[in-house]
């Protein structure tokens, strides 16, 4: 069992910043990739970005490409996502997940389908102002 906490989410205006951050507990050695999603009311989870948790390659969604950067801290199991001249669009809740079984290496839609993720947190509502 993996266990994951985000946190960072909160109320911001147009054109700011948030640095959202996801701790992992559990059995965590055999992560193979990480993933932020984001969910919006009436919409479906949306890919946002990836990074591969031994090389730290990355990966991201064509909506927040060049605004956000995903990272990760491996002695410290947290995964983070620095989040740049954040859009009105941007609102969602943001969901942390991860992978144990690499089974979400391959294609492009292998890699944005939430159902290759095996543990999701709680998510953690970012909300942006006009």
């Known amino acids: 069992q993996v266990q994951l906490v985000e946190s960072g989410g909160g109320l911001v205006q147009a054109g700011g910043s948030l640095r959202l951050s996801c701790a992992a507990s559990?059995?965590?050695?055999?992560?193979?990739?990480m993933v932020w999603f984001r969910q919006a009311p009436g919409k479906e989870r949306e890919f946002v970005a990836r990074?591969?948790?031994?090389?730290?390659?990355?990966f991201y969604g064509d909506s927040v490409k060049g605004r956000v950067t995903i990272s990760r801290d491996n002695a410290k199991n947290t995964l983070h996502l620095q989040m740049d001249s954040l859009k009105p669009e941007d609102t969602a809740v943001y969901y942390c997940?991860?992978?144990?079984?690499?089974?979400?290496?391959?294609?492009?839609?292998?890699?944005?389908?939430?159902?290759?993720?095996?543990?999701w947190g709680q998510g953690t509502q970012v909300t942006v102002s006009s």
């Open positions: 559990g059995r965590t050695l055999t992560t193979y990739a």
């Open positions: 990074i591969l948790w031994s090389t730290g390659g990355t």
């Open positions: 997940a991860t992978d144990t079984k690499g089974n979400s290496g391959g294609s492009l839609a292998t890699i944005k389908s939430p159902l290759k993720y095996d543990y």
